[in-house]
């Protein structure tokens, strides 16, 4: 797996909703198992930044359909919680929503990231072929 392709949500910042004071931060990615999913909280009034969710669901289209849900679900928990404070501006939530919906779909098209197990396993037969055939140890 390599660096680029590891969950990061709150890092890529690429799939986020909420408004100036709190977001909620996605990211997913295909793995051996199936999708592997990663939501960060950021409350600057409240101080805090934590991972809430965490998880791997299977890799068909009943597996990802609450992962769908994710930015409207954060959004209304954010509205809710900012029901009569105007100060934060509006929850902003729906390009998110496609670009989310978009990103999970692809990832059901994808082949799965190799676990670092069988990028080991890899090095160690491409070792093992050099050994053989190429330095002369026979």
């Known amino acids: 797996m390599t660096e680029e392709n590891k969950l990061d ?4 910042l ?8 709190w977001i909620a931060c996605f990211d997913a990615r295909r793995v051996k198992d ?6 960060v909280v950021d409350c600057e009034s409240g101080g805090f930044t934590d ?14 359909a609450n992962l769908l849900c994710f930015p409207s679900y954060y959004a209304d ?5 900012y029901l ?16 989310w919906r978009r990103h999970l779909e692809f ?8 676990d670092e197990a069988d990028e080991d396993y890899s090095d160690e037969q491409s070792l093992d072929y050099f050994n053989r055939y190429i330095a002369g140890d026979r």
């Open 51 to 64: 991972t809430i969710e965490h998880g791997t669901v299977p890799a068909t289209p009943e597996g990802i």
């Open 34 to 39: 199936g999708i592997e999913y990663h939501v």
């Open 107 to 114: 990832l059901l098209t994808v082949e799965p990231e190799p």
């Open 84 to 99: 009569d404070d105007d100060k934060y501006g509006p929850v902003e939530w729906q390009e998110t929503d496609a670009s």
């Open 9 to 12: 949500a709150y890092g890529h």
């Open 14 to 21: 690429t799939w986020t909703v909420g408004n100036e004071d």
């Open 77 to 81: 928990i954010c509205s809710e919680h």
